[in-house]
Nanobody, 113 residues
Framework: VQLVESGGEMVQPGGSLRLSCAAS????????MNWVRQAPGKGPEWVST????????YYADSVKGRFTISRDDTKNTLYLQMNSLSPDDTALYYC???????WGQGTQVTVSS
């Protein structure tokens, strides 16, 4: 049972990234999934949620209109498309099941010029 994030890197302000989260060992399609981030020296911040099937999505105000969460249940993969990135988006990004039972190891996103 695991979640493995990828796609994080250093990007300039205004840039874009797409994070991926590959799931294995559980019935991914049945789970509501979250993206959560943690900036240096701060506590975890919920970013976005998607329900099974992807019919409903939810976003923190800080990312609304810039980030898009999606999922491909045929590939057991969760995505986070991030546009118009700013230095405030610098954080370690985690994917997790909505009951917090399963977390990935995180992928680092750094926004800097």
């Amino acid at each position: 049972v695991q979640l493995v994030e990828s796609g994080g890197e250093m990007v300039q302000p205004g840039g874009s990234l797409r994070l991926s989260c590959a799931a294995s060992g559980f019935t991914f399609s049945s789970y509501t999934m979250n993206w959560v981030r943690q900036a240096p020296g701060k506590g975890p911040e919920w970013v976005s949620t998607i329900i099974p099937g992807g019919g409903s999505t939810y976003y923190a105000d800080s990312v609304k209109g810039r980030f898009t969460i999606s999922r491909d249940d045929t590939k057991n993969t969760l995505y986070l498309q991030m546009n118009s990135l700013s230095p405030d988006d610098t954080a370690l990004y985690y994917c997790a099941t909505s009951n917090s039972a399963i977390w990935g190891q995180g992928t680092q996103v750094t926004v800097s010029s």
